[in-house]
């Protein structure tokens, strides 16, 4: 399952890389990042169907915000399910996530193991 990783600060790759090392060295997941909304939606539409089942995106970006992004990949791609992370947990950034489509809600820091079980349900879900 590849599994796209949208945030405009570069080191979340890292991290990422770091806490999904041993699932994408079993092959479970491949990682791909972008560090914009305009760059994620580039390489989702560079495949057609796209390649990606799954999209994490940060909510506060310069540029294209995350709920711009998850209104134009709810219209452009519904297949594709979308989780938001926001550094402010408050009840109107969850609210507002929810009801325009995401899966899920994550504030920073991110509870990995919480996401690892809402991928691991994608990928039953998929299988």
């Known amino acids: 399952m590849k599994f796209l990783i949208v945030d405009d600060e570069r080191d ?24 914009s909304g305009n760059e994620a939606l580039e390489l989702l539409r560079s495949h057609l169907p796209p390649e990606v089942m799954y999209i994490f995106s940060d909510i ?5 915000t995350g709920f ?19 550094a402010y947990g408050d009840t109107e950034n969850h609210d507002k996530a ?19 079980a809402e991928l691991q349900e994608i990928l039953d879900t998929n299988q």
């Not at 979340?12 to 890389?17: K, Y």
């Not at 770091?18 to 079993?26: A, T």
């Open 68 to 86: 711009e992004l998850l209104e134009k990949v709810k219209a452009e791609f519904p297949a594709i399910q979308v989780s938001m992370i926001s």
């Open 98 to 116: 929810i009801k325009s489509g995401a899966k899920e809600f994550f504030t920073k820091p991110i509870d990995f193991d919480s996401l690892k």
């Open 12 to 35: 979340v790759e890292m991290l990422f890389r770091q806490k999904f090392r041993r699932e994408v060295r079993d092959g479970l997941f491949e990682l791909e990042f972008a560090f």
């Open 60 to 64: 506060n970006m310069p540029g294209m």
